[in-house]
């Protein structure tokens, strides 16, 4: 069965310093990759998404940056956080037999 | 930008049936209608989806009205711990994205 994973769960970061978020799946090949932040108390946007190996597209502009180095792995990263940038940080993947997305369970992003 | 409206929130008593309600007034005739429940701090889990045929499954019933302007989606029997932010998602089906955006959701509460 597939299976999505990020990480790390929690983070706590300065302001000013870089991000690396994580995210991989199992059990799938050549998935449609997504990354979505949610802040406190709304709803989720989408800010990256990915059809496969190098190709990124970008939904809002901002501070963060998305890379697929491979088929399974989805990173987001920032050279230099802002405040603005605390959220929940969540994964998502589709598959090429269905059309819904699977979420990973997030990684809580807090900017000081 | 989300496509779809729902009430902010909603209290059901347990036991009872749940409806939520969403609007989806300029729904084209490719779009899917997908619902999804986040529990506080998980990422969101699929419920449900459909084009224009209603549709269950162990989880929900989805009633579409026949113009697909507006959904309900039914828990029928809800619990306590159905207590989440259910989200209602216009997305067309394709193989260069499947992008979901997300509005602000339904937070239902399940009353003891």
């Known amino acids: 069965s597939q299976t999505i994973h990020q990480w790390p769960a929690t983070l706590v970061q300065p302001v000013g310093s870089p991000l690396s978020l994580e995210c991989t799946v199992e059990g799938t090949s050549n998935p449609n990759l997504y990354w979505y932040r949610q802040a406190a108390g709304r709803g989720l946007q989408l800010l990256f998404y990915s059809v496969g190996i190098g190709q990124i597209s970008s939904e809002v502009p901002q501070n963060l940056s998305a890379s697929r180095p491979q088929d399974r792995q989805f990173i987001l990263s920032s050279k230099k956080l802002l405040l603005s940038d605390s959220g929940f940080y969540l994964c998502?993947?589709?598959?090429?037999?269905?059309?819904?997305?699977?979420f990973g369970p997030g990684t809580r992003l807090t900017v000081l | 930008d989300a496509k779809t409206t729902q009430p902010t929130s909603m209290d059901c008593a347990e036991g009872r049936a749940a409806n939520l309600p969403c609007n989806h007034s300029t729904i084209s005739g490719n779009e899917y209608v997908y619902w999804y429940r986040q529990i506080h701090s998980q990422g969101p889990q699929y419920i449900i989806h459909?084009?224009?045929n209603n549709e269950t499954n162990e989880m929900a019933s989805l009633i579409i009205t026949e113009d697909r302007k507006s959904s309900t989606l039914i828990l029928p029997h809800a619990t306590l711990r159905d207590t989440a932010v259910y989200y209602c998602?216009?997305?067309?089906?394709?193989?260069?994205?499947?992008?979901?955006?997300f509005g602000t959701g339904t937070s239902l509460t399940v009353i003891p």
């Open positions: 459909g084009l224009k």
């Open positions: 998602i216009v997305s067309h089906h394709s193989n260069t994205g499947n992008q979901f955006y």
């Open positions: 998502a993947w589709k598959g090429t037999a269905n059309n819904e997305q699977f």
